[in-house]
């Protein structure tokens, strides 16, 4: 073939080409070791030496011209390659696939979000106050001076003589009182901390702190709120009840009972056959706390009350044993979406 044959018959073949295969082997034919065009220019040297240089720069024109051809056929391939994979490859949308395991809040967190959402709702602002407290705040301000036998009432963690692991939530109602003046109405809820261990009491737990301080609030105003608590959180058809109780820093001071919600009060295994649960305690707040944070105990009242997170997840859940809220074992927690 002369140059000019070969030409056409390259041109002809890059035209047809149709993988990237063909082309490699296209491309060796042609400019491989034993390739045409190479053939060609090793055949130069037996020319006579005036043919040479026109000879040489045709050939190298042919050689440029269809290399500059494999080159444009290569990228066209190489798009056509991907379309082709892209099209191949359908993605159904709307097929089947497992359902994936959806989280959700901790018990006891669903009952705090719960119990948070009523206090709010009812213009209580959420307080946050500190897990590792002073003698003053956990004792002393709410009326437990040193020696004093309340003190027995909560085995505390200390970490030095003066600094400790709050063992209630009611610290937040000093510090809050402190910080602001009445008009005030707060929950404090948290983590709180006592040396004491079983079934039913577990050395870190939860309580919900709440204060109500203002001119004129009276013991019906705590029922009243408390009332309205057990509502909403056993249901509408929940009455509650007051017993004389003790703590230093209500004065009365109450335990609060509701009507079991499972029973009705007629006696049952959540509320041990007497058709009662104890909630929580509660008391109109003490003189002395009042005038020990600067509020005038003549010219303001205030309640207070503190609520076992754990203990309202227990009975709403009916779960038997605390630990197993701490265990974090998903089949437990999955229970309770
Ligand atoms: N702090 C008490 C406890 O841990 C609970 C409590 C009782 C809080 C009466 C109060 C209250 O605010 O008025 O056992």
Known sequence: MNLSEIRIDSLKKIEELNSERDLAALKTYLFGKTGVLTGLMKGLKDLPPEQKPQAGKEINDLRVELMGLCEQKEKELH?????????????????????????????????????????????????????????????????????HPARDMQDTFFITDNILLRTQTSSGQIRLMEKYKPPLKMICPGRVFRNDDDSTHSPVFHQMEGLVIDKNVTLCDLKGALEGFAKFIFGEETRIRFRPSYFPFTEPSVEVDVSCFNCHGSGCRVCKNTGWIEILGAGMVNRRVLSGCGIDPDEYHGFAFGVGLDRITMILCAINDIKLMWENDVRFLHMFK
């Open 79 to 147: 798009r056509m390659a991907i379309e082709q994979s892209i099209n191949s490859q359908v993605i159904d949308l709307t097929i089947d696939r497992p359902d994936h395991a959806i989280g959700h809040a901790h018990p006891i967190n669903q009952v705090r979000r719960r119990l948070t959402e009523y206090f709010v709702g009812n213009g209580y602002i959420v307080y946050d106050s500190p897990e590792i407290e002073t003698d003053y705040y956990n004792f002393q301000a709410l009326n437990v001076p040193p020696d």
